[in-house]
């Protein structure tokens, strides 16, 4: 079986502290980026598009996980179109449409480890890193390529677009006075990147999607702990 697919899976394997059952960013914050993620490789698949910056569901995905068709078939069975804000929205509170499909596929590779356990019989999970040698691989890939001359592949400028917007820096630069220069890096490596021009106006309607999804959800969390 071939890991690492797809880019959620790879999001999810950077999101995972690399020795604690925990995540680097937070799990509402993550749930969008892995949204994203998955929208944006419909995007590259031609399963979905943008038209007006409104989402807009063309032909079934093939090919991918059972994850990016579970996503794929709720935006098609939607009546209205939105933009892609509300989608990530949307998705992010529906996040059992595609976690535990991906959790499932990652834990089969060999990539994460998924402990069920309850809490006055509420069922949660604990995950963890069970290959910190292809994590560390793709760190060290991922930082090569954003500092490098090399030019980036749609791919990968969809995942490192995603990773700048949920602020995941914390994998590729230990001190919080360096991260601010990376995020930079990163943002304008895609920018620069010469991918297909549908392409890159998805990247970048997904980026501002993701980034305003992701305050809104943080100015939340703040107000409801105030409160």
Sequence with gaps: ??????NPEKLLLLACHPSKATWLISKQVLNMGVAGTLMLDLVEAQAIDFNQKKVVVKSRPSGL????EAVWKFINERDKSRKAKRWITALSNKASLFRPPLLDLMEQQGLLKVNHHTFLFIPYLRISVSNNTMRQELISELKEKTEGPESLSTTEANLLSVIAAVNLLKPFVSKTSERRKFKKKLKQKVAENPVAEGIQDAIQEMQAAMAAASVAAVAGSAATSGS
């Excluded at 079986?1 to 797809?6: A, F, I």
Aim: proline content about 10%.
């Design 1 to 6: 079986m071939e890991k690492l697919k797809t």
């Design 65 to 68: 996980t059972p994850a990016h």
